[in-house]
């Protein structure tokens, strides 16, 4: 939670899988309203256990409703394409206050041991940075947490 840049009133997850980022989000920020949206219908089921505002969407949809004050995503925007991925961006600064998403990266060296199933279309750290934004704030291996503040 050290990559939010301030205490957020509403809250947009892309991706919200199981719904555990957003369980600690709420946990820090006991007042803040989160919505979730997930492509997968298992997730959506097992997500709203925790989080009641959980939506079946597609990331490449149009997004809810805003202003959001934060929109996050963990592990899932690796599987959008770079122009996908650049869309989202473009979305996102428009409707909200700030982003941060946690996700693999592709490694200049060509390295990284990160295996997931299914699409991927990781891009460095740096290209992800520069599409959104944002910063790097963490960066270990493959994995990476980028924020960008649009106040």
Known sequence: MKAVPFAPSTVLELGIGTGQTSSGLLRAFPETEITGLDSDPNMVFRAREQIANVKL???EDPLPDGPWD????VLSIHRLTDEQKQMLFRRVREQ??????GDF???PTGDGGTEVPG????DTADDLAAWCDGEVKWLKDDLVVIAADYR
């Open 96 to 101: 909200s206050k700030a982003l941060v998403i």
């Open 57 to 59: 969407a597609r990331m």
């Open 105 to 107: 990266v592709a490694l």
């Open 119 to 122: 699409r991927a279309y990781p």
């Open 70 to 73: 934060l929109v996050i995503s």
